[in-house]
């Protein structure tokens, strides 16, 4: 493809895109496809011979489109938000064009530069202290772009491991490093994100598992009772992961208890908002930040919930020599002469590589403003309690735990067997996505706010459909008619939530339930495809979804 072909076709992709983000409302939320079903569509073997552009781009609705399940769609509002903004796509395609590889200052001063400056804007934009910026006076941590919140917690954990081995050399410098290494604990909670304990696992650093209070919090004190008794033990504590924000319910841990101790017992406290952090630029939620001067290190994802394309995490450290001593490893072919003025940030974290990622979230913040990103996050709070409201007006369901943020937890009343029949009914007639979780022994549904241009219309619509579908697997209308105002579960009780018995509410609402039960056992699936032209019709009227454009014609080659 020569330059006058890619300005063509690259013409003929924007179109492309933006019609399919401007009607993907069009399409069924999730694919219908089973396993193994692109084998069909493909060859076993390449192309010995180069193939025409106008049949590769052809098999993007003949082989892609089918298995793709849509995240940017106005009714997916699972696991949480994946921002692409069109500023971000921009700077995406940029980043790809220059194509450098800015693994130290030399392979690309701006590449690096960009990437210090940005981290410092949204550093400041969040509250953070100034300790953790790059730029501060006499500052010595930093900010650095990972891949995911996943990369953040096992690059915090190996250098946390790497300080303590180096600590306890000095103090025992005959016994074995595989013997010290054996004696290391790491700590989360129930709720941290299962990353964590896949990073424990990387690092061959025990990880333990502990309880929360009955808001989903870790607590300093449990904390502090767990360090005491694997001291006791002849175990040595050197690293806690908090979570503000956890993925099954966006739960918040205590950050000044958690950190006191962690003050107390010399261990590496890092903090993973990967979620929730993009919050914290309005100033109404910085409250959850209380405690943050104690913090190691710290990752918020704006690939979620600030409208930037994934890969995009990021991550602020007190003191960068703490990720410089584990990963610094300088061969002669990538030393410069600027090394130890300019930052090299393949000191920062585990891979060499590093794509041009800091444009991206340059062009989102820059086009946005920190007001109109503001405003994005504040609307998914704002329809976050608008469907908070509907589930309580219907007694047979439950909201679980408070709603902060752009997620909604809730869960029909009864047995587990009912809410998660209902999700796998709910998801397989492709009408709304949602996604399940565990809170102790409940299985409760998870309903998140994802897209950039959601409104009230969305959340009214994916709440009928919920309704519908229960509706028709109980075939009671009739009766649901009349319940009168929902009831909201007790929060649950440290780390072992009330069991669902206690809590199946008024009698009727109890008979409906062991009805749908029954129904859903017998006929999981009968119920999975009607009213959805009426519904995607209803949503017209908010498809105000960019106002940067009309709708662009559909391009004559889709």
């Not at 489109?65 to 009714?75: L, S």
């Not at 690293?239 to 590496?268: H, M, P, Q, R």
Request: aromatic share 10%; glycine share 6%; proline share 4%.
């Amino acid at each position: 493809m020569n330059a006058t072909e890619f300005k063509r076709h690259g013409k003929e992709m924007v179109d492309y895109i933006i019609h399919y983000l401007q009607t993907v409302e069009h399409r069924r939320v999730t694919p219908d496809v089973k396993p193994g079903y692109m084998r069909k569509l493909l060859p076993s073997k390449a192309p010995e011979k180069p193939e025409r552009w106008e049949s590769i781009f052809s098999d993007i609705e003949r082989v892609i489109m089918p298995g793709i399940t849509h995240w940017q769609h106005p009714r997916f509002h699972a696991y949480f938000p994946a921002g692409n903004a069109y500023p971000s796509i921009l700077g995406d395609m940029l980043s790809d064009a220059i194509g450098c590889i800015g693994f130290s200052w030399a392979a690309s001063p701006a590449c690096t530069e960009l990437e210090t400056i940005v981290l410092d804007w949204v550093g400041r934009m969040i509250g953070l202290p100034r300790h953790l910026l790059s730029l501060s006076d006499g500052a010595r941590g930093g900010g650095v772009i990972q891949g995911s919140a996943s990369e953040c917690i096992l690059v915090s954990l190996l250098a946390a491991r790497t300080e303590a081995m180096r600590k306890l050399k000095c103090l025992h410098p005959d016994i074995d490093e595989y013997v010290l290494l054996s004696k290391l604990v790491a700590y989360c909670s129930t709720q941290t994100h299962s990353s964590a304990e896949k990073a424990g696992r990387i690092a061959y650093v025990r990880m333990r598992l502990l309880p929360t209070d009955d808001k989903g919090s870790l607590r300093g004190k449990t904390v502090d009772e767990a360090m005491k008794r694997d001291k006791k033990n002849g175990l040595i504590p050197i690293y806690v992961c908090g979570t503000l924000g956890t993925t099954a319910s966006c739960a918040f841990d205590n950050l000044k208890e958690i950190g006191y101790v962690c003050i107390k017992n010399n261990t590496w406290f890092h903090v993973d908002a990967a979620y929730a952090g993009s919050a914290f630029i309005c100033p109404e939620f910085r409250y959850l930040l209380e405690g943050i001067e104690y913090v190691t290190s710290l990752n918020i994802n704006p690939n979620k919930w600030m409208l930037v394309n994934f890969d995009c995490s990021l991550m602020w450290i007190k003191d960068r020599s703490l990720l410089i001593n584990a990963f610094d490893v300088d061969p002669v072919y990538l030393r410069h002469e600027n090394a130890g003025v300019a930052i090299d940030y393949r000191h920062w974290g585990i891979p060499l590589s590093r794509r041009f990622r800091s444009l991206k979230i340059w062009f989102v913040v820059r086009s946005y403003g920190v007001d109109g990103l503001r405003k994005y996050i504040r609307n998914h709070v704002k329809l976050a309690k608008k469907f908070e409201a509907l589930v309580l007006t219907d007694s047979r369901f439950e909201v679980i735990g408070d709603v902060v943020m752009g997620l909604v937890c809730f869960r029909l009343k009864g047995r587990n067997a009912l809410t998660e029949n209902l999700v796998k009914t709910i998801n397989a007639s492709g009408r709304i996505h949602i996604t399940p979780a565990s809170l102790g022994d409940m299985y409760i549904i998870r309903f998140a706010l994802c897209h950039e241009h959601a409104c009230e219309a969305d959340v009214v619509i994916a709440w009928k459909i919920i309704v519908e579908i229960t509706d028709d697997l109980l075939n009671v209308s009739d009766v649901t008619s009349h319940c009168h105002g929902g009831a909201r579960h007790a929060t649950p009780s440290a780390s072992r939530f009330i069991p669902s018995r206690v809590m199946s509410g008024a009698q009727q609402a109890e008979s409906s339930s062991l009805e749908l039960e029954k129904k859903m056992n017998i006929f999981p699936w009968k119920f999975q495809l009607s009213r959805f032209a009426g519904l995607a019709c209803a949503s017209l009227s908010c498809r105000r979804r960019s106002k940067k454009s009309q709708i662009v014609p559909k391009p004559s080659f889709v």
